[in-house]
T-cell receptor
Framework: GENVEQHPSTLSVQEGDSAVIKCTYS??????FPWYKQELGKGPQLIID?????GEKKDQRIAVTLNKTAKHFSLHITETQPEDSAVYFC?????????????FGGGTRVLVKP | DTGVSQNPRHKITKRGQNVTFRCDPI?????LYWYRQTLGQGPEFLTY????????KSRLLSDRFSAERPKGSFSTLEIQRTEQGDSAMYLC???????????????FGEGSRLTVL
């Protein structure tokens, strides 16, 4: 089955600095790579996603890059703010026929220090 | 805006007791997923339904676990003879998938936290 590795497990940044989280996946059939943000006591919430036919996607202060050959993808948060403090999960899934099941990485706890 | 609703939010039980969690998905969503999340880990897939049909179960779902979605709307996850290792957050998610629509996005509820003493 799919295996998703995520690094680092914790990340502390100064407000205004950038944060980068990296993930690798094992199954070349995976074609959808979302990133979820989970705040304390809440369920994960999608913040950005990318499909395998795209190399980069940006939405305001967040961007995701994908390298299909190397099977890794990254989340970039620029101009970090205290409200960006949360746990971030990367995930991978295969096409609809495989159920759209998400396989999650282990998570990165991001702390933005004011 | 009615998102995915889960009840109860927190359940404390003694080892050996049975517990049941309920998930109400977003109303037009035909797929429903159950995940388990232990402290400091990412969510792990347990099972999913398309309408009322349970299409896949993970090996994590032992025979003490059973999930149903009898009318293709809400779902229940029952754990029989609970063990301390069952302590976790049980997350429900839903999505809409059709021939024309398949964003892949899963919408998660806030979870039901189980503590087995």
């Amino acid at each position: 089955g799919e295996n998703v590795e995520q690094h680092p497990s914790t990340l502390s940044v100064q407000e205004g600095d950038s944060a980068v989280i990296k993930c690798t996946y094992s199954d070349s059939a995976s074609n959808y790579f979302p990133w979820y943000k989970q705040e304390l006591g809440k369920g994960p919430q999608l913040i950005i996603d990318i499909r395998s036919n795209v190399g980069e996607k940006k939405d305001q202060r967040i961007a995701v890059t994908l390298n299909k050959t190397a099977k890794h993808f990254s989340l970039h948060i620029t101009e970090t703010q205290p409200e960006d403090s949360a746990v971030y999960f990367c995930a991978a899934s295969k096409p609809k026929a495989a159920g759209n099941k998400l396989t999650f990485g282990g998570g990165t706890r991001v702390l933005v220090k004011p | 805006d009615t998102g995915v609703s889960q009840n109860p939010r927190h359940k404390i039980t003694k080892r050996g007791q049975n517990v049941t969690f309920r998930c109400d998905p977003i109303s037009e969503h035909n797929r429903l997923y159950w995940y388990r999340q232990t402290l400091g880990q990412g969510p792990e897939f347990l099972t999913y339904f398309q309408n009322e049909a349970q299409l896949e179960k993970s090996r994590l779902l032992s025979d003490r676990f059973s999930a149903e979605r009898p009318k293709g709307s809400f779902s229940t996850l029952e754990i029989q003879r609970t063990e301390q290792g069952d302590s976790a957050m049980y997350l429900c998610a839903s999505s809409l998938v059709s021939d024309r629509i398949n964003t892949g996005e899963l919408f998660f509820g806030e979870g039901s936290r189980l503590t087995v003493l």
